[in-house]
T-cell receptor, first 115, second 115 residues
Framework: EAGVVQSPRYKIIEKKQPVAFWCNPI?????LYWYLQNLGQGPELLIR????????DSQLPKDRFSAERLKGVDSTLKIQPAELGDSAVYLC?????????????FGEGSRLTVL | AQSVTQLDSQVPVFEEAPVELRCNYS??????LFWYVQYPNQGLQLLLK??????LVKSINGFEAEFNKSQTSFHLRKPSVHISDTAEYFC?????????????FGSGTRLSIRP
């Protein structure tokens, strides 16, 4: 069974440029998460989807960040424009549902460097 | 609300020595507790979890953790570490019956094994 797939693995951009990250969750997983992981810190939730609906986006900086999951399968996270402080690893995870009691399946992450 | 504290950002140990990675949590409700592991250049993966029942839980690769409600701790231990255990370990907590989206991660402990 394929795991959570993310791309790109690495991205280097200049500040004020846009960037997008893509995630394909495990087949059959209705719940999809985007996490932010800063260096030396644990993951912090940005947004959670149940199928195509964003049910928790309270931590997503909506002035520059956006996300979509149009068909309830794969998802895209966008930053426009990027700032120096956005340099981090963006993690995608999926689970079998909102009551999965904590087993999240993570992708390898997309490491963003903003110059 | 819940929070997690991992006091040790790095733990160096010699191969075949025992190790303990400390985790303390705070919560006003009963909790589920987790340890996730992140091997170099890989995504996070669930190592073990406590949901209910026996307070001692074990992983398939020799790690164990004990839920101590009175000390609000969930320390991770292994009696004899191997080079392959080199990774970052994240303790995480969610409130009892909360959805997986409410998982709060600690800042991580980097375990480095010396030959």
């Amino acid at each position: 069974e394929a795991g959570v797939v993310q791309s790109p693995r690495y991205k280097i951009i200049e500040k004020k440029q846009p960037v997008a990250f893509w995630c394909n969750p495990i087949s059959g997983h209705n719940t999809l998460y985007w996490y932010l992981q800063n260096l030396g810190q644990g993951p912090e939730l940005l947004i959670r989807y149940e199928n195509e609906e964003a049910v928790d986006d309270s931590q997503l900086p909506k002035d520059r960040f956006s996300a979509e999951r149009l068909k309830g399968v794969d998802s895209t996270l966008k930053i426009q424009p990027a700032e120096l402080g956005d340099s981090a690893v963006y993690l995608c995870a999926s689970s079998s549902g909102p009551r999965s009691t904590g087993e999240l399946f993570f992708g390898e992450g997309s490491r963003l460097t903003v110059l | 609300a819940q929070s997690v504290t991992q006091l040790d950002s790095q733990v160096p140990v010699f191969e075949e020595a025992p190790v303990e990675l400390r985790c303390n949590y705070s919560s006003s409700v009963s909790v589920y507790l987790f340890w996730y592991v992140q091997y170099p250049n890989q995504g996070l993966q669930l190592l073990l979890k406590y949901l209910s029942g026996s307070t001692l839980v074990k992983s398939i690769n020799g790690f164990e953790a004990e839920f101590n409600k009175s000390q609000t701790s969930f320390h991770l231990r292994k009696p004899s570490v191997h080079i392959s255990d080199t990774a970052e370990y994240f303790c995480a907590v969610s409130g009892y019956r909360s959805s997986a989206s409410k998982i709060i991660f600690g800042s991580g402990t980097r375990l480095s094994i010396r030959p």
